[in-house]
């Protein structure tokens, strides 16, 4: 068989796959946008990818700084109020001026949007007017004051109201009633690369669903000329693939590579970057005092969850330093709060030691010096080495006299499982795409509350009124200095409670070839504008 | 044969509708699409709300009813991803798994064939030896292993093939298809590779079997008395009487290339259908999958009906027994 096929491969080598151009960029991406619309899906996915053909009004640095984008400034003026002033001379990819009418027009859009899996109306909803002062100022009105409300905007890209079909002057009504948008186009028509416009540095070439998406350079971008002519973005969904990719020389970049594999491909003469990401790896409890914890037994149907001592106990018999050490070879870092130091919101908290002695005494003195057994549900594919993690916290679990059950699954299962309240305890991650603290605080920590939505991922139903209060506090003030002391406190109380037990920070990790440089950023975006050639200077 | 081709199709039918209750009850089992399609920071009434939109909120035999009701017009819901007719999102995949599983099936019958011929006709050669030894090694090596291992060797060592992906594709009959050009081409030989190898080994030793049972048949005995040249007697004589049992599995195998390529569409980040399936699954896209299985038992019956057909064209007594029955 082989020789039939030698002679026909060493004559398709000889055709030329020569190798890519200096100025064309290929990226193998983990996975793939589920549409050229980006307020279709709010998902990073999407916006990582979207981000470089449309631009939002403000962005977020590597280290998740606010930065201006398309505003140039902003500032409050009273509790409720906001001015964005706009940068001027910007075009969209069709020569459409980029104006206050662009933006009205999108944020009216987004409510409109059919079939979206994940809404963006998130995002906005807290806006309750919004005006054009003149046709590079936006006034913009909340109910309540939102102090987050610049960052929560980073997530909506502008989309040309003129190209879309609009009318020149656009009314905006919150939830969708707008006027003046004319005839809004749905996610579909954006794979016609005449509908896909925005300002950014690359326009859209072509889609070729599961295979490729192609980008090419914008020559009137307003920021300088782009890096690359052309950019390939190619889903390769399995890690050894995708290795393997960037190996054979088909990818010039890859993001998330298996951690195993990185010394290998630091020996093929590629360049690894890595940063500390926003991305806490926790485990959480049930404690809820009037429901019925599942899946534990040898406590006489009383849940040990509910008792400080144990929590403090089971944190107290990690060894965290080693998980990090030798199960994600050191891609990781132990964790003493809900989000890497220094970003907003974090105090410095300590680590919690490691402290098996203390950890048995502390559970005597909760009355559980036989220890009890429980299960742990984790995710088996959705964080890097995640049921390892979970098998090596039952060991340890083990030797303070708690017998772990290891539940591990696939992620889709694990969600809607774990959201069901099925686990009494369990290992899951969550990215603060905000950068700052009260994003896990109101997720994850602070009490369930439909009607505020707060609490939504914190199906254990840990509850805290201090927490709470503080957390609410927080949410209305303008001062950030203030602000941030309200969310240190909040996190401090619930972490000393042990509500929550922080175990490492992600670190995520890109591949390249050693010509290409990277800023590796915290929210775990591989945000192609940012990927620039390495002109023998860092 | 008209009689028998219909009662087939009814039991092809009584296939679907029980596949689509199967997997519609099993998809329903695994999770809610909710909680894996929404983004985390989303409040409880955004959660509330796109159960609402995607028709979640309803009970199960509700949802049941209507995608049954939808079903029977020809409408097999709207991906809870793409926010596209299901349908339409796996015909747009439906070209590269085609392609890939056709070229797959040309080279395990192109030199699976001819192989195991000669295996057959000299059994004890060291030729005859080494095929046979070829084909347990390609039964035996786990598929996503080779797939691996073919990448590393062509791609990753040699650099002589791309390591994955399709490449260009050109228009054709109003499809993408990738072998009119030679990056396609070069995108398409490994995967169909390693696509055909565990087919080729399959077909190597039927024919090798058959061969030798044949060989032994008085006619071909009298072929060669009557001085044919061996050439005449294994094309016209041997190879005619042991096609049969290969059209059988050509048939079969082609039908689970296609449905179930999936394996090497992951391994080479080939954009075909077995893919989309595993990351629908993943992200519990519902009526993706629903609709997909059920496509996936439309093939795999009407590839069988045309084994049928061309079995009684090979062989006019399977024609002439059916009409009986």
Redesign the interface.
């Known amino acids: ?1 082989k020789a ?2 030698l002679p026909m ?2 004559g ?2 000889a ?1 030329g ?1 020569a190798p890519a151009m200096a100025q064309d960029l290929t990226v193998g991406l983990k996975s793939e946008a ?2 050229i619309d980006p307020q ?4 990073s996915t999407n916006n990582q990818v979207l981000q470089t053909i449309f631009e939002p009004l403000t962005s977020q640095n590597a280290v998740q700084e606010l930065e201006p984008l398309l505003a140039t400034s902003w500032e409050a003026i009273d509790d409720t109020t906001w001015r964005f002033e706009l940068r001027e001379d910007v075009t969209f990819h069709d020569g459409t001026p980029f104006t206050a009418n662009d933006v009205i027009y999108t944020f009216c859009r987004i409510p409109l949007v ?6 963006f ?2 995002y906005m909803s807290s806006i309750t007017s919004m005006t054009a002062e003149d046709d590079h100022t936006i006034i913009m009105e909340t109910a309540e004051p939102n102090p987050l409300l610049p960052t929560d905007i980073v997530v909506l890209p502008i989309l040309s109201a003129e190209t879309l079909g609009a009318e020149d002057d656009i009314t905006f009504a919150p939830n969708g009633e707008c006027e003046g948008l004319g005839d809004v186009p749905q ?2 028509a954006f794979n016609d690369p005449e509908i896909a416009v925005g300002t950014g540095p690359y326009t859209f070439e072509s889609w ?5 998406l192609t980008l090419a350079r914008f020559d009137d971008y307003w920021d300088g000329t782009p890096d690359w002519e052309t950019v390939t973005l ?5 890690d ?3 290795v ?2 960037l ?4 990818v010039d970049m890859i993001e998330n590579p298996p951690i195993q594999d990185v010394p290998r491909i630091e020996e093929a003469g590629f360049k690894i970057v890595d940063s500390l990401s926003n991305r806490i790896i926790y485990l959480h409890m049930y404690q809820d005092p009037d429901g019925e914890a599942p899946s534990i037994s040898g406590t006489d149907g009383e849940n040990p969850l509910l008792d400080p001592l144990v929590r403090e106990a089971i944190s107290l018999s990690i060894n965290r330093a080693g998980i990090t050490e030798r199960i994600m070879g050191g891609y990781a870092e132990p964790a003493g709060e809900l989000l890497p130091p220094p970003m907003f919101g974090t105090s410095g908290r300590e680590v919690d030691a490691y402290d098996p002695e203390r950890a048995r005494e502390l559970l005597a003195e909760a009355g559980y010096e036989d220890g009890f057994t429980i299960t742990l549900g984790t995710p088996n594919d959705r964080y890097i080495n995640d049921e390892q993690v979970a098998q090596a916290i039952a060991q340890m679990l083990a030797q303070i006299g708690i017998t772990v059950n290891v539940d591990a699954m ?4 694990f ?3 774990r ?1 069901n309240q099925e686990f009494p305890l369990w290992l899951a991650g ?2 603060a ?1 905000s950068g700052e603290m009260s ?1 896990p605080l109101r ?1 994850l920590v602070a009490s369930w509350n ?1 009607e505020a ?2 609490g ?2 914190n199906p254990g139903r840990y509850s805290n009124e201090e927490v709470d209060t503080l957390v609410q506090q927080a949410m209305a003030e303008l001062d950030d200095t203030e602000r941030e002391r309200m969310l240190q406190e909040a996190a401090t109380i619930a972490l000393e409670d042990h509500g929550i037990i922080p175990l490492h920070y992600e670190v995520t990790v890109w591949a390249m070839s050693d010509d290409l440089t990277y800023e590796p950023r915290r929210d775990q975006y591989t945000l192609v504008s940012e990927i620039k050639p390495a002109n023998g200077q860092d | 044969m008209i009689v028998y081709l219909i009662r087939r199709f009814g039991q092809s039918l009584l296939a679907i509708v029980a596949m689509a209750i199967l997997v519609f009850l099993g998809v329903y089992a695994i999770g809610n699409p909710v909680d894996v399609l929404i983004n985390p920071d989303a409040t409880q009434a955004e959660v509330a709300a796109t159960t609402a939109r995607l028709g979640l909120d309803k009970p199960l035999w509700q949802q049941f009813g209507i995608f049954a009701w939808n079903a029977l017009q020809g409408d097999l819901g709207t991906s809870f991803v793409y926010g596209r007719p299901a349908v339409d999102v796996i015909l747009e995949r439906l070209p590269a798994t085609m392609e890939l599983a056709l070229v797959a099936l040309v080279l395990s019958v192109g030199i699976g064939v001819p192989l195991g011929v000669w295996a057959g006709l000299k059994p004890d050669s060291m030729a005859g030896r080494t095929i046979m030894g070829g084909s347990i090694l390609g039964f035996s090596l786990p598929n996503f292993w080779q797939g691996m291992l073919l990448i590393l060797v062509f791609a990753v060592l040699l650099g002589w093939l791309p390591a994955g992906g399709r490449g260009q594709t050109t228009e054709f009959l109003g499809m993408q298809v990738s072998f009119l050009t030679l990056d396609g081409l070069a995108h398409l030989i490994l995967p169909a590779i390693n696509l055909a190898l565990f087919k080729m080994s399959l077909i190597i030793r039927l024919t090798r079997a058959n061969t030798r049972e044949v060989c032994l048949q008085d006619y071909v005995k009298f072929a060669r008395a009557k001085g044919l040249s061996s050439r005449r007697v294994v094309m016209v004589h041997i190879l005619k009487n042991i096609m049969i049992p290969v059209v059988t599995i050509i048939g079969l195998e082609l039908g689970s290339m296609v449905a179930f390529a999936i394996v090497t569409e992951t391994v080479f980040a080939w954009p075909g259908m077995g893919k989309l399936l595993i990351d629908s699954i993943n992200l519990l896209d519902r009526p993706v999958i629903v609709a997909y299985l059920m496509l996936t038992v439309l093939i795999i019956v009407s590839i069988n009906l045309l084994v049928d057909v061309i079995y009684s064209l090979l062989d006019p007594r399977i024609r002439l027994s059916e009409m009986k029955g």
């Open positions: 068989m039939v096929a491969l060493a398709l080598a055709a796959f589920t549409s279709y899906h709010s998902l059919q079939n979206s899996p994940s809404s109306t998130l996610s579909p070729n669903r599961g295979n490729s190619r889903p390769i969904t399995s050894g693939p995708r393997a990719a190996l054979a020389g088909d696939t992620a889709s299962q969600f809607s499982r959201n969550w990215g795409s994003s997720s439909p939505g707060l939504t991922t």
